[in-house]
């Protein structure tokens, strides 16, 4: 079946600029998670929703940050006034029921530039 | 805070050489461990999980982990790797009330054939 899936694959933006990056989890996965991928940080956590709600948003490094998901699926990661060190790939993940033992399944993510 | 670390971040090896990388983690309740795979140009996948039951743990590709529990430590092991292996992979913990996965910084590996 269809994994989960990002868009866009690659932006580019200036420095102050907002974007928004989708995530389009399993279908049927209630667990969804955010994650970003950069050069000396690592995989680091940025917020989980099961469902709509978000019960875990202690990654998101300040309020420029914020993500939403809509009607228990897609989710949106909106970063404003972008700043260079948020250059990175930006992961999404999903899981069954968001049981902590769960596999969570990746995308393939979205490697934000920031010039 | 729980954490991850990996101390090999670059592994270079022959094909047929056996490979073990280390994870050590640090939290002091029940844990959940994993690890994942990223080929090149692939998403990061599962290789192997352990939760409860048997520390030995086999995976996918012939890999194998073992938690041990007063070392905190769960490696990831490997009796002969082929030149497909070529991948960076990572150790990742959740435990206590927490879904959030915690990596740790990755293990570069080459296999030369």
């Known amino acids: 079946g269809a994994g989960v899936s990002q868009s866009p694959s690659n932006k580019v933006t200036e420095k102050g600029k907002d974007v928004e990056l989708r995530c389009d989890p399993i279908?049927?996965?209630?667990?969804l998670y955010w994650y970003r991928q950069s050069l000396g940080q690592g995989l680091e956590f940025l917020i989980y929703?099961?469902?709509?709600?978000?019960?875990?948003k202690s990654g998101l490094p300040s309020d420029r940050f914020s993500a939403e998901r809509t009607g228990g699926s897609v989710s949106t990661l909106t970063i404003q006034r972008t700043q260079q060190e948020d250059s990175a790939v930006y992961l999404c993940?999903?899981?069954?029921?968001?049981?902590?033992?769960?596999?969570?399944?990746f995308g393939p993510g979205t490697r934000l530039t920031v010039l | 805070a729980q954490s991850v670390s990996q101390h090999n971040h670059h592994v270079i090896l022959s094909e047929a050489a056996s490979l073990e990388l280390g994870c050590n983690y640090s939290?002091?309740?029940?844990?959940?461990l994993f690890w994942y795979v990223q080929y090149p140009g692939q998403h990061l996948q599962l290789l192997l999980k352990?939760?409860?039951?048997?520390?030995l743990v086999k995976g996918i590709k012939g890999f194998e982990a073992e938690f041990i529990k007063s070392k905190f430590s769960f490696n990831l092991r490997k009796p002969s790797v082929q030149w497909s292996d070529t991948a960076e992979y990572f150790c990742?913990?959740?435990?206590?009330?927490?879904?959030?996965?915690?990596f740790g910084t990755g293990t570069r590996l080459q296999v030369f054939p």
């Open positions: 993940a999903s899981s069954d029921e968001g049981l902590s033992y769960n596999e969570q399944f």
């Open positions: 279908s049927g996965h209630t667990a």
């Open positions: 929703f099961q469902g709509n709600s978000a019960p875990d």
């Open positions: 939290y002091g309740g029940t844990v959940n």
């Open positions: 352990y939760f409860s039951g048997d520390p």
């Open positions: 990742a913990v959740n435990g206590g009330n927490t879904d959030k996965l915690i």
